[in-house]
Nanobody, 124 residues
Framework: QVRLVESGGGLVQAGESLRLSCAAS????????LGWFRQSPGKEREFVAG????????EYADSVKGRFGISRDNPKNTGYLQMNSLKPEDTAVYYC?????????????????WGQGTQVTVSS
């Protein structure tokens, strides 16, 4: 089955930017929707952004709308999450995931494949 590896997390100050990458091991990536989720200690996993297989349909959580941008490069089997104007409340482990559904789904239960996550910490 396809494997996903996130990268690009780190420690930044409030107001700075990070770009996360999600590298998929095979072409399953190109037939699936890509979602980004995040999870903080003691909290449930939360939808952040999603993009359909072609890249023409995107959805964002209200908390990140206008600050984050999701994109994908299908020939490279790679997706991205550009995070600008970061806030301390964005601190979490960020996961990418793939979903066979045609529309973008915001429910983590809908996603079949998951990466191991990358830590994002935003200091004030």
């Amino acid at each position: 089955q396809v494997r996903l590896v996130e990268s690009g997390g780190g420690l930044v100050q409030a107001g700075e930017s990070l770009r996360l990458s999600c590298a998929a091991s095979d072409r399953t990536f190109q037939s699936t929707a890509l979602g980004w989720f995040r999870q903080s200690p003691g909290k449930e996993r939360e939808f952040v952004a999603g993009i359909n297989w072609s890249g023409y349909d995107t959805e964002y959580a209200d908390s990140v709308k206008g600050r984050f941008g999701i994109s994908r490069d299908n020939p490279k089997n790679t997706g991205y999450l550009q995070m600008n104007s970061l806030k301390p409340e964005d601190t979490a482990v960020y996961y990418c995931a793939l979903d066979y559904s045609l529309p973008v789904n915001t429910r983590p239960e809908s996603y079949e494949y998951w990466g191991q996550g990358t830590q994002v910490t935003v200091s004030s």
